[in-house]
Every structure is written in structure tokens, then in C-alpha cells.
């Protein structure tokens, strides 16, 4: 019903930037909250960065003041750019859209950042 096609991951140096992309589409017209979680082998998926329709959002608490999400809403689209990019911040980021009682999940992109 609902189909995310996520781009934009890679490999990039400590300190570099990214940015990716995830779009929906399919029964958009109930998504929403859309986002990013990550999720590194042995750790519970984390939430990096959310958006609602109405443009308020929320991070975690690890890339607060280094990452910044936003949405186009003509286009079901959600974007994370990231900077100042940390070993730590490697992980498969996975795109989310939360309908009323359901929640989406994009294939994961890989995210790595080498030192």
C-alpha cells in the first residue's frame, strides 16, 4: 500500500556530510509522521530524526546540532542531511512513515563513516 525508495547513503570520511532521500508513494494521503531510524548489529533500532506534516520535529539525542530533516509534502518526501559525520554514526538508516495504525519501512541504506 504503501512503498519507500530510499537513496543517498554510502561511504564518507569522518567529518564529511551526506544526505538522503526516501519517497513515498502508493496511499500516501494517511502518512504522518515520516523519519529515519538507525540501526547498528546487537543495538535496538534508534530514532535519528522525525517530521510530521505540519513541519515539527524531533532527534535523538546523538545528532542534535549535526543533522537536520526535512519534508516536501507536494512530493512525499523526506529528507536527513547529515553533518559532521562520526564513526559512530555508521549504521543502516532505514526510512519510516507512520499511518494511523500502521507504520512503513523503507529497505535500508548503508551509512558509513570511517575515520
Known amino acids: 500500500q504503501v512503498q519507500l525508495v530510499e537513496s543517498g547513503g554510502g561511504l564518507v570520511r569522518s567529518g564529511g556530510s551526506l544526505r538522503l532521500s526516501c519517497a513515498a508513494s502508493g496511499s500516501t494521503f494517511g502518512i504522518y509522521t515520516m523519519g529515519w531510524y538507525r540501526q547498528v548489529p546487537g543495538k535496538p533500532r534508534e530514532l535519528v530524526a522525525a517530521i510530521t506534516s505540519g513541519g515539527s520535529t524531533n532527534y535523538g539525542n546523538s545528532v542534535k546540532g549535526r543533522f537536520t530533516v526535512s519534508r516536501d509534502n507536494a512530493k512525499n518526501t523526506v529528507y536527513l542531511q547529515l553533518n559532521s559525520l562520526k564513526p559512530e554514526d555508521t549504521a543502516v538508516y532505514y526510512c519510516?512513515?507512520?499511518?494511523?495504525?500502521?507504520?512503513?519501512w523503507g529497505q535500508g541504506t548503508q551509512v558509513t563513516v570511517s575515520s
Open positions: 519510516n512513515a507512520r499511518a494511523y495504525t500502521y507504520d512503513y
